[in-house]
């Protein structure tokens, strides 16, 4: 059988709540199910930081593609 859940409820900005129920419409989910996983994943990093305030003091990197550096970048080809 399934698994009890219990309810919780929070209070969010109105245009975080929109953004969350877009994100999910394109992720074809229910905002419930992504705020459980959202919940269920963020308390999991906060049990490894040890305290929130270690878990907010780290940021995630922003991720850039590395430039081509081969010898020839920047050159355009020859027909």
Same mark, same amino acid.
């Given at each position: 059988? $399934?698994?009890? =859940? *219990?309810?919780?409820?929070?209070? @969010?900005?109105? !245009?975080? +709540? &929109? !953004?969350?129920? /877009?994100? /999910?419409? +394109?992720? %074809? %989910?229910?905002? $419930?199910?992504l705020g459980?996983?959202?919940?269920?994943? *963020?308390?999991?990093? #906060?049990? @490894? /930081? $040890?305290?929130l305030d &270690?878990? #907010?003091?780290?940021?995630? $990197?922003? %991720?850039?593609?590395? /430039? !081509?550096?081969?010898?020839? *970048?920047?050159?355009? =080809?020859?027909?």
């Amino acid at each position: 059988m $399934g698994e009890w =859940k *219990a309810q919780i409820s929070i209070r @969010v900005r109105q !245009d975080l +709540r &929109r !953004d969350m129920e /877009a994100f /999910a419409e +394109r992720e %074809r %989910r229910k905002l $419930g199910n992504l705020g459980e996983q959202l919940v269920e994943w *963020a308390f999991a990093q #906060l049990k @490894v /930081a $040890g305290s929130l305030d &270690r878990l #907010l003091k780290y940021q995630l $990197g922003k %991720r850039t593609e590395k /430039a !081509d550096q081969s010898p020839t *970048a920047g050159r355009e =080809k020859k027909s």
